[in-house]
């Protein structure tokens, strides 16, 4: 079970965004929270905003133009808000297709695109150039879904574009995909990919003028859901969130850098984040935590160590600490 939902930007200069018309029965459904909602954006960003409710309807509002703003999304771009019940906030996701300067290891994917082919499913160009620099993975290529979910495809060029070829029928079929879907994927790694499929149906996209004049006021958080169709899905722990800002973090220095699973999920540092190590004297690395899986279950590494490491002529099997700041999205090493 994914829990989220699809929404379209139609307009970037608007302070607000409309809910699927569903949203008022997702809050009763699931229980999310009625204040205030908190969005995470994939370089760690954090923003808040508000969910308003106006004659039944509901939006984003109230921080939600800086949102928009930070990550410059353009006009008629998709964004996919994922609930995460943990940190009950929301995961926002962006796509290299609506943000060509700024790509992220995502591409999303609606059935009937004009590009596809029978029994093939088009991969967009841009993130073929971004993030598989203008290559075609080897075969086999693993499409991980939920529920220990997996599949084997291949990748093949056909026309100068790339397709998804063996084994799309397979995941069409297994999923119950339509057009109601907006399928997102994840590089792992050239070889692997996460697949999550949220429900994107269309709610009428109409901006009340009074809501500009309605003052900031306290009202409903919420998210979406959507179901990628998983049988009796297993709701995994819910891992209370620690509040403090400055935590430490220790590391072996091997060929994986993996954070403790409890940990990671203690800390938010449970998905895909940019981080920055920083010295003593100033100097500074770019690191990114990542997930991968072994047997179904879950692991956080963080990749983009060795060049720190080699910096610091840290010997292999040896242990070293740094403390995570997280209002900074820093690792400090003294």
């Known amino acids: 079970m994914v829990y989220g939902f699809a929404a379209r930007v139609w307009k970037n200069d608007k302070k607000s965004l409309k809910l699927p018309a569903d949203y008022g029965e997702w809050i009763k459904k699931f229980a999310y929270p009625e204040k205030k909602a908190a969005i995470r954006t994939l370089n760690g960003k954090i923003f808040e905003v508000k969910v308003f409710n106006l004659a039944g309807d509901y939006f984003l509002y109230n921080g939600w133009l800086d949102v928009v703003t930070s990550l410059k999304l353009p006009d008629n771009s998709w964004v996919v808000f994922q609930y995460e019940e943990a940190l009950t906030s929301f995961r926002l996701f962006h796509f290299c297709q609506d943000i060509s300067l700024a790509p992220s290891n995502y591409f999303y994917y609606k059935d009937g695109h004009v590009k596809d082919r029978d029994d093939s499913m088009y991969v967009n160009r841009l993130f073929v150039h971004h993030s598989l620099l ?7 290529v693993v499409v991980r879904g939920a529920g220990n979910r997996k599949w084997f495809v291949r990748m093949d060029v056909l026309d100068h574009e790339l397709y998804i070829t063996t ?4 995941i069409k079929k297994e999923m119950s995909i339509t057009d109601d879907h907006l399928l997102v994927f994840e590089m792992v790694d050239f ?14 996209l109409t901006f009340p003028p009074e809501l500009c004049l309605i003052k900031k006021e306290p009202t409903d958080d919420l998210i979406e859901v959507s179901d990628d169709d998983v ?3 297993i709701a995994e722990p819910v891992i209370e969130q620690s509040d403090d800002d400055e935590v430490p973090a220790t590391f072996v220095v091997d060929n994986h850098f993996r954070l403790k ?3 990671a999920q203690m800390h938010g540092l449970d998905r895909k984040m940019d981080l920055t190590i920083k010295d003593a004297a100033g100097r500074t690395w770019d690191v ?5 899986f072994s047997q179904g279950c879950p692991r956080y590494i963080v990749t983009g160590m060795r060049e720190f ?14 403390i995570y700041v997280k209002s900074q999205g ?5």
């Open 261 to 263: 699973k409890k940990w």
């Open 167 to 170: 084994g799309w029928s397979r």
């Open 288 to 292: 990114v935590v990542g997930k991968e």
């Open 134 to 140: 203008n290559t075609c993975p080897s075969y086999p």
């Open 191 to 204: 070889n692997t990919f996460e697949l999550s499929v949220f429900s994107s149906k269309p709610a009428p």
């Open 309 to 322: 490491v080699k910096d610091k002529q840290l010997v292999y099997g040896s242990h070293f600490q740094m």
């Open 231 to 233: 049988p009796n899905p």
């Open 330 to 334: 820093m690792l400090l090493y003294n």
